[in-house]
């Protein structure tokens, strides 16, 4: 086996990864989501949330993998200034799809989260 066939099957292997995640996360997100709609009626709101956070949970770890898999492929097979360029939009493509995804699934940008959780926390007697 010669490497760049050895380099081809691991990429493909991370492409299976990401198909694999997005698979089991979008299933076990439903299955999540009807086991929490079926007996209670009255918090689909809630149930319906959750499922949206998990299915992009399972996009956005598919999409890491995909991306790894085109990493390996375009580095180490055909290192061209065309395949480069190709993977750097794909990377920004994915960057703009995790941020959004990222903003949908909790409700905030990144660093105001960060920001929040760093912030001690407020005393009754200081406001």
Do not use: K
Request: proline share 5%; hydrophobic share 55%; aromatic share 8%.
């Amino acid at each position: 086996m010669d490497f760049t066939t050895l380099v081809e099957l691991l990429a493909r292997i991370f492409d299976l990864g990401g198909l694999a995640a997005l698979l089991i996360g979008a299933l076990a997100a439903l299955v999540i989501y009807l086991g929490r709609v079926i007996p209670h009626m009255g918090e689909q709101s809630l149930a319906y949330r959750n499922l949206r956070q998990g299915l992009g949970r399972a996009i956005l770890v598919g999409l890491e993998l995909f991306v790894a898999a085109d990493i390996i492929r375009t580095v180490t097979i055909a290192p061209t200034f065309q395949s480069i360029g190709v993977l750097g939009l794909i990377v920004l493509v994915r960057t703009f799809l995790s941020w959004s995804l990222e903003v949908e699934i909790n409700g905030e940008w990144p660093w105001r989260r960060a920001r929040t959780a760093a912030a001690p926390p407020v005393a009754p007697d200081d406001l």
